[in-house]
């Protein structure tokens, strides 16, 4: 592996510590001069919302960027071993993804999110990830941080910023990064519409939830793949475009999208919503009442589905075969 200068930029002195005038000041250099420093990313939160653009973004300024592989039952276990007991389930598979990077890469790449749109805000996790992660299960390992805040900078000045000022790149290079990158996401994010405008006609159910349990193998995987096999078209919630959402009272980005497509939600298209929801999770517990309601005065059926490190696939499988099967009977009017 490769000697190189890395810090934690929010080491004290950096001028990184906080979302606020401290990260306008001057910072420490990180990876000053080596090119082809793999860099690993876990493959969890951050990952999801932005689609092949972090990928692409380190690739062209010359680093491997490494993903850590998709999440299983042993990631979980890695992390439980360490981890805050406290955390959400996301959370603790965000840590045993890290854990399971340490040790194959030279730094890895961990982003405090403060807000991914313009005047909306993220979960207090993410505000506070970076420290967690280097005062917790990171602690020693060298690590490339980026703060992420819409509301204060859009994302090319951000991703410019950590191209130049902490990866130390040319301002040539770091302008193609920066437009590459964004670029690729918005490729993923066009291929994902075009999936979705090309799914198989008919009814469908509308799994709700964000992009890091949708997306995440361990956690959305099991219903999909049951949904599967009671042949049930299921659409998952797409955060495609997302910077640009409707204004409403929910401050919270992805809960004001998810919010929006419930309550445009065409009845005709859909029968039905699962909300997957996750261990410790305050804020689904605080917005899933709400949808609950947009989808009755709709006449949508809404299931929540909770998922812990512990849920057995048994239990899973018979609440969705029971939700399934009871909207078969109010349609055909005959239990099967
Ligand atoms: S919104 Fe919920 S699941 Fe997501 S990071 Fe916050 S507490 Fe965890």
Redesign the pocket.
């Known amino acids: 592996m490769k000697k190189i200068g890395i810090i934690s930029l929010s080491d004290r002195k950096s001028g990184f510590q906080t979302g606020h005038a401290s990260t306008r000041r001057k910072t420490n250099i990180l990876l000053k001069g080596p090119k082809n420093v793999k860099i690993g990313i876990p493959r969890a939160f951050y990952y999801h919302s932005y689609p092949g653009l972090w990928e692409c973004f380190f690739r062209r300024l010359g680093h491997e960027p490494v993903v850590s592989p998709p999440s299983t039952q042993a990631t979980l276990h890695k992390a439980s071993a360490q981890t805050e007991t406290e955390g959400?389930l996301?959370?603790k598979l965000f840590d045993g993804h890290v854990l399971s990077l340490i040790g194959k890469v030279d730094a890895v790449f961990v982003a405090r999110i403060i807000s991914i749109v313009k005047k909306y805000n993220c979960?207090p996790?993410?505000g506070a990830l970076l420290d967690a992660t280097r005062a917790g299960i990171a602690r020693g390992v060298p690590l490339i941080p980026i703060e992420i805040n819409e509301t204060v900078a859009p994302l090319s000045k951000t991703l410019m910023k950590l191209a130049r000022t902490t990866l130390g790149a040319d301002t040539k290079t770091a302008k193609l990064a920066v437009k590459e990158a964004i670029e690729a996401m918005a490729q993923h994010h066009r291929e994902e519409a075009r999936r979705q405008r090309e799914q198989t006609p008919g009814k469908r159910y509308l799994l709700l939830g964000?992009p890091y349990t949708l997306h995440d193998h361990f956690i959305a995987d099991p219903m999909i793949k049951k949904m599967a096999q009671l042949q049930v078209p299921v659409e998952l919630m797409s955060f495609a475009g997302s910077r640009h959402i409707k204004p409403g009272d929910i401050l919270w980005c992805v809960f004001n999208q998810m919010y929006h497509k419930l309550h445009e939600l065409d009845t005709q298209t859909y029968a039905g919503v699962i909300q997957i929801s996750?261990f410790?999770?305050?804020?689904?517990s605080m917005m899933a009442d709400r949808f609950r309601r947009v989808c009755r005065q709709k006449g949508v059926p809404y299931m929540l589905l909770m998922m812990d490190e512990h849920t057995g696939k048994a239990g899973l499988d018979t609440r969705l075969e029971a939700f399934v099967d009871s909207l078969s009977w109010q349609k055909t009017g005959k239990a099967s």
Not at 280 to 284: K, L, T
Request: proline share 8%.
């Open positions: 959400c996301p959370q979960c996790r993410f964000h996750t410790n999770c305050g804020a689904d």
